[in-house]
């Protein structure tokens, strides 16, 4: 059989019952038993689980879900603990190790860090773990959050180079409207690309639980994340986990995101899905064509206008004159530097600065194309990483 990695995520909807926000044990209970078989095959397992806010609610008798951070971040604490607890209690009687890993957003926008976890992952997925993922609600801060777990577990899984995301939840497929709202909503089975959702006009409205946090949309950003890693994304329901296996044998099961052209450059990954960006610089058309068609590094020439405050090696934004983001890349220049050089030649800069730093803004091995801009000229490059 063609062993895998596999990056299954859970939400508080699945994790919990609506009504008492007690724990959904046979819920869970089965997907413990499916994730272990899958693990006992061979395949690599990850486990993205919300739930810890949720969890810390039922055990402290709050009826609805923390609004100031403080109390969520409390409340997360309290849950977490008792999660972890029941998913060893639960594994463990069928013999399979598990490992806690808690992830803020900075964990992986710095690229020592993102390094730091790739090896953490690896290390465990050889020993045979299953390691449960959640964002470490408790001491994330606002601006550095990943938000919602259907996005952590889309990086994730590009980080780790899965072949497979299921985001496992309380609907079983993506529908053409909020089946709750509108039962007459179109059941969507398979996405070739993200544009077709946009043609389909499909709406993802609020979230449908009083638990879970960001509805369809989190999870089509993060089968935007994944599929552009070149992860199959698949939204499938929690409420049969043996379905992963039958999906894995290739029934049409769910809504199926197909993987696009991937980069196999590991340094590219993490900058276009990890990396926050700090400003953004707005390029002339020749600039843009050079840089999505002819796979070309940025020069001050084609720099239009400067947004944003960063320092030289900061990442940033490149935009087309209306706006729209096509790459991203790590900058030369601080945003002082570049608002000096900007639509002046290279051979300009030393003038103008008294220094050169490099006669690109951001060179092309630092540059990465932004979702359906992704082009080949990125592709067979090899990476330090691997
Ligand atoms: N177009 C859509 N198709 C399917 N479900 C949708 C759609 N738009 C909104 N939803 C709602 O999204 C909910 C799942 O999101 P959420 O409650 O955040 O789940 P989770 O806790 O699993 O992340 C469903 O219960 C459904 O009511
Ligand atoms: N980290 C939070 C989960 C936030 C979240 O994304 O929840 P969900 O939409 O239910 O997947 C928690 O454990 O409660």
Same mark, same amino acid.
């Given at each position: ?55 810390? !609610? ?40 598990? *490992? ?54 889309? %990086? ?11 985001? %496992? ?46 509805? %369809? %949309? ?53 900058? *276009? ?41 900061? *990442?940033?934004?490149? !935009? ?67």
């Amino acid at each position: 059989m063609n062993l895998q990695t596999l990056v299954v995520k859970i939400g508080t909807s699945s994790l919990t019952q609506d009504r008492t926000g007690n724990l959904a044990i046979a819920t869970i209970a089965a997907l413990v038993e499916t994730l272990s078989a899958l693990r006992h095959q061979g395949h690599r397992v990850i486990l993205v689980s919300s739930g810890a806010v949720g969890v810390g !609610c039922a055990r402290l008798g709050l009826k609805e879900r923390p609004r100031t951070i403080a109390l969520k971040q409390a409340v997360a604490a309290v849950g977490q603990g008792r999660l972890m607890r029941v998913y060893d209690d639960l594994f463990s009687t069928l013999q399979q190790p598990i *490992a806690q890993v808690l992830l803020t957003r900075s964990d992986l926008v710095q690229r020592s860090r993102y390094v730091n976890a790739y090896n953490t992952f690896q290390e465990l997925l050889r020993l045979g773990v299953i390691p449960i993922v959640n964002e470490n609600d408790t001491v994330a801060v606002e601006e550095l959050k990943f938000g919602d777990n259907d996005t952590l577990s889309a %990086m994730v899984a590009s980080l780790v180079e899965a072949e497979w995301l299921f985001l %496992m939840t309380d609907v079983d497929r993506l529908y053409s409207a909020d089946p709750l709202r509108h039962p007459d909503a179109q059941p969507i089975t398979l996405v070739q690309h993200l544009d077709e959702l946009r043609q389909l006009q499909v709406q993802t409205g609020g979230s449908g639980s009083n638990w879970g946090t960001g509805g %369809m %949309m989190t999870k089509i950003e993060a089968a935007r994340i994944a599929t552009g890693a070149g992860v199959r994304t698949v939204i499938t329901s929690s409420q049969s986990p043996r379905n992963l296996e039958k999906i894995l044998q290739g029934e049409a099961i769910g809504t199926h995101f197909a993987p696009q052209k991937n980069t196999s450059n590991a340094r590219k990954r993490w900058l *276009a899905n990890a990396v926050i960006p700090s400003g953004k610089l707005y390029l002339d058309e020749g600039a843009v064509r050079a840089i999505c068609q002819g796979g070309k590094s940025l020069l001050a020439a084609g720099i239009v206008e400067v947004f944003g405050e960063f320092e030289a090696s900061d *990442a940033v934004q490149l !935009c087309d004159r209306a706006g729209r983001e096509i790459a991203r890349g790590l900058v030369n220049y601080s945003s002082d530097e570049l608002d000096r050089i900007r639509g002046r030649k290279s051979d300009e800069i030393p003038e103008i600065l008294g220094y050169i730093v490099a006669d690109t803004v951001i060179h092309r091995d630092n540059l990465v194309l932004s979702g359906s801009s992704s082009d080949a000229a990125e592709l067979n490059k090899t990476d330090p990483l691997h």
